[in-house]
């Protein structure tokens, strides 16, 4: 019996490792969903906004380094599905959007939610094609699958509603599933090349983005081999744990002083998988390489000297095989001081709490730090709330999911049940600001419905904390920052969850203690202290004015 172009693209699918689909049913996927409804092997979870799924997607893919799928109809459903996928393709993960259209005789007359879905997703889409005819859809839906996973970025597939029905003809279901698995390495004469600079060098740095995620356990090998402090940039935290002896945390805005102190005095910078963009923190008088498996990242950013197209896991094992042991100089001694002397003053300031009853956000990230399991995921939204985890959470083994490139609003929530899914044996946080997580928290009823037990914990400042911060460094008064909020704890009750609504200090560490044992989806909802500020590692003068300038506007009332 002939198969349906539905059925054979759940075919490419499943044989691209695809196991879950994120999306809504509706009138132009129709004919999709019932090949997906009968075929067991593929897991659809419905969602309740099209960017929820395709953050979850994005998620996934940034996760496991597979194929992530979500599906819209015609119009507005595709349209909502764009900014997850930007997500996806700014940070570099796989994922396959597939979108249904208007029926073939209505496509250019103006129809009823129809939209250019091609021209739509062109700047976002690395494969971008319409199925019009059941001879394509071998070859397209394979063509789709292997660009998204070997150019690590987004593929979209259009159906027009009747497409899906049709009977796909056996000589075009024929396709090849090709393994993915990067596991390319530099020429050996570039190879001695840099680990004759390594061994020469006497100030050397490693800073290690996304791409060194994956090569963690060879990254540390080498940095302990060589006695090299290792930077990471803010995607990449917990790709040495935070309170390794080699370790100086993060760079940029929401860094850590010491990593800027590395950066100042290396006379060596290994950027290992970043292109690293803030080229004011990067070294100004330093030999710079840099590894990357796409050779159009090297150079991208910053003139390197030495760039090493690779695998950041195999080139790594061969730079370890060639470079000479070293003992830790005067230079790694002194930024491992300035780093013990930066933890202890995190914390002494988390343990801080103001006058004014509300709680010290820097207090709930050092507590959920403490209280999670070790190898936990960790799905951060931007805003403040990413300042404090990026500075006051210690990292371990545990995953760092967050909207790197894209920075968006909302991503946490489903990157939290993106990530429970693929491993359902870890503990899955959500830990979002207030405005963030109103923006997709429909889906908490998601979590629920499934049975995802994941935990989200959100700073409940009333503010956009981040914006006001903003603001008042530019010199101006806070102003379109506060939020009206619901009962967040409240609502987790109603939605079938647990909630826990925390306003006292003392309440913190006992509620995310029960909230982590819940079999149950829970959000504890924190009323962190708005005036807290978000403050970098080293502040302007500039910086400093703007912000004494928008308090006396604040006062004054102007």
């Given at each position: 019996?002939?198969?349906?172009?539905?059925?054979?693209?759940?075919?490419?699918?499943?044989?691209?490792?695809?196991?879950?689909i994120?999306?809504?049913?509706?009138?132009?996927i129709?004919l999709?969903?019932?090949?997906?409804?009968?075929?067991?092997?593929?897991?659809?979870?419905?969602?309740?906004?099209?960017?929820?799924?395709?953050?979850?997607?994005?998620?996934?893919?940034?996760?496991?380094?597979?194929?992530?799928?979500?599906?819209?109809?015609?119009?507005?459903?595709?349209?909502?599905?764009?900014?997850?996928?930007?997500?996806?393709?700014?940070?570099?993960?796989?994922?396959?959007?597939?979108?249904?259209?208007?029926?073939?005789?209505?496509?250019?007359?103006?129809?009823?939610q129809?939209?250019?879905?091609?021209?739509?997703?062109?700047?976002?889409?690395?494969?971008?094609?319409?199925?019009?005819?059941?001879?394509?859809?071998?070859?397209?839906?394979?063509?789709?699958?292997?660009?998204?996973?070997?150019?690590?970025?987004?593929?979209?597939?259009?159906?027009?509603?009747?497409?899906?029905?049709?009977?796909?003809?056996?000589?075009?279901?024929?396709?090849?599933?090709?393994?993915?698995?990067?596991?390319?390495?530099?020429?050996?004469?570039?190879?001695?090349?840099?680990?004759?600079?390594?061994?020469?060098?006497?100030?050397?740095?490693?800073?290690a983005?996304?791409?060194?995620?994956?090569?963690r356990?060879?990254?540390?090998?080498?940095?302990?081999?060589?006695?090299?402090?290792?930077?990471?940039?803010?995607?990449?935290?917990?790709?040495?744990?935070?309170?390794?002896?080699?370790?100086?945390?993060?760079?940029?805005?929401?860094?850590?002083?010491?990593?800027?102190m590395?950066?100042?005095?290396?006379?060596?910078?290994?950027?290992?998988?970043?292109?690293?963009?803030y080229?004011?923190?990067?070294?100004?008088?330093?030999?710079?390489?840099?590894?990357?498996?796409?050779?159009?990242?090297?150079?991208?950013?910053?003139?390197?000297?030495?760039?090493?197209?690779?695998?950041?896991?195999?080139?790594?094992?061969?730079?370890?095989?060639?470079?000479?042991?070293?003992?830790?100089?005067?230079?790694?001694?002194?930024?491992?001081?300035?780093?013990?002397?930066?933890?202890?003053?995190?914390?002494?300031?988390?343990?801080?709490?103001?006058?004014?009853?509300?709680?010290?956000?820097l207090w709930?990230?050092?507590?959920?730090?403490?209280?999670?399991?070790?190898?936990?995921?960790?799905?951060?939204?931007?805003?403040?709330?990413?300042?404090?985890?990026?500075?006051?959470?210690?990292?371990?083994?545990?995953?760092?999911?967050?909207?790197?490139?894209?920075g968006?609003?909302?991503?946490?929530?489903?990157?939290?049940?993106?990530?429970?899914?693929?491993?359902?044996?870890?503990?899955?946080?959500?830990?979002?600001?207030?405005?963030?997580?109103?923006?997709?928290?429909?889906?908490?009823?998601?979590?629920?419905?499934?049975?995802?037990?994941?935990?989200?914990?959100v700073?409940?400042?009333?503010?956009?904390?981040?914006?006001?911060?903003?603001?008042?460094?530019?010199?101006?008064?806070?102003?379109?920052?506060?939020?009206?909020?619901?009962?967040?704890?409240?609502?987790?009750?109603?939605?079938?969850?647990?909630?826990?609504?925390?306003?006292?200090?003392?309440?913190v560490?006992?509620?995310?203690r029960?909230?982590?044992?819940?079999?149950?989806?829970?959000?504890?909802?924190?009323?962190?202290?708005?005036?807290?500020?978000?403050?970098?590692?080293?502040?302007?003068?500039?910086?400093a004015?703007?912000?004494?300038?928008?308090?006396?506007?604040?006062v004054?009332?102007?």
């Amino acid at each position: 019996m002939a198969k349906t172009v539905g059925e054979v693209l759940l075919d490419v699918l499943y044989a691209h490792g695809v196991r879950h689909i994120f999306g809504i049913p509706g009138d132009s996927i129709d004919l999709l969903m019932e090949p997906l409804r009968k075929d067991r092997r593929i897991q659809f979870v419905q969602v309740r906004h099209e960017e929820a799924g395709a953050f979850m997607a994005s998620a996934l893919a940034k996760k496991t380094g597979k194929l992530g799928v979500c599906m819209g109809t015609a119009g507005p459903g595709a349209i909502h599905l764009l900014n997850g996928l930007y997500d996806a393709k700014l940070d570099h993960a796989p994922v396959l959007a597939i979108t249904g259209q208007v029926g073939l005789p209505y496509i250019g007359t103006d129809y009823f939610q129809e939209v250019d879905l091609l021209s739509l997703f062109n700047n976002v889409a690395l494969y971008n094609y319409q199925v019009t005819d059941p001879s394509q859809i071998g070859v397209m839906a394979d063509r789709a699958c292997r660009q998204a996973l070997a150019k690590r970025g987004v593929a979209h597939l259009s159906f027009p509603f009747e497409v899906p029905r049709m009977a796909a003809p056996a000589a075009f279901r024929e396709y090849t599933v090709v393994n993915h698995e990067l596991d390319s390495v530099p020429t050996a004469e570039l190879l001695d090349q840099a680990a004759r600079l390594i061994n020469t060098s006497e100030r050397p740095v490693i800073l290690a983005g996304r791409g060194a995620v994956g090569a963690r356990e060879s990254l540390i090998a080498l940095a302990e081999r060589a006695n090299i402090p290792v930077v990471n940039t803010l995607p990449a935290k917990g790709v040495i744990p935070d309170e390794h002896p080699l370790a100086l945390g993060g760079l940029g805005l929401l860094g850590a002083k010491p990593a800027h102190m590395a950066m100042e005095q290396c006379d060596l910078c290994l950027l290992v998988g970043t292109n690293y963009p803030y080229l004011e923190f990067l070294p100004k008088r330093a030999t710079i390489m840099q590894i990357d498996w796409e050779a159009s990242q090297i150079g991208l950013r910053h003139v390197v000297d030495l760039g090493l197209v690779g695998s950041a896991e195999p080139t790594l094992k061969e730079l370890i095989r060639r470079i000479e042991p070293r003992d830790a100089t005067p230079f790694v001694r002194r930024l491992g001081q300035e780093r013990r002397t930066w933890l202890s003053n995190l914390t002494k300031e988390a343990e801080h709490q103001g006058t004014k009853g509300a709680i010290n956000p820097l207090w709930v990230a050092d507590r959920l730090s403490k209280l999670v399991d070790a190898n936990a995921n960790i799905a951060v939204d931007v805003g403040n709330t990413l300042v404090w985890m990026a500075r006051n959470f210690r990292s371990r083994n545990h995953g760092w999911l967050v909207s790197a490139w894209l920075g968006s609003m909302g991503f946490g929530l489903p990157a939290a049940i993106g990530a429970k899914i693929v491993q359902p044996e870890r503990q899955s946080l959500a830990v979002v600001g207030d405005g963030g997580f109103a923006m997709l928290m429909a889906d908490f009823v998601t979590a629920v419905k499934y049975g995802w037990p994941i935990t989200v914990v959100v700073f409940n400042n009333r503010r956009l904390g981040m914006i006001k911060f903003e603001q008042e460094v530019h010199g101006i008064a806070e102003f379109g920052t506060h939020l009206f909020n619901p009962d967040f704890a409240a609502y987790a009750d109603a939605a079938g969850g647990r909630g826990f609504r925390v306003d006292d200090p003392d309440a913190v560490e006992p509620a995310l203690r029960e909230a982590l044992a819940e079999s149950r989806p829970s959000i504890v909802d924190v009323y962190t202290d708005a005036d807290v500020k978000p403050l970098p590692p080293r502040i302007t003068w500039s910086e400093a004015m703007g912000y004494a300038e928008a308090m006396f506007r604040e006062v004054l009332h102007v």
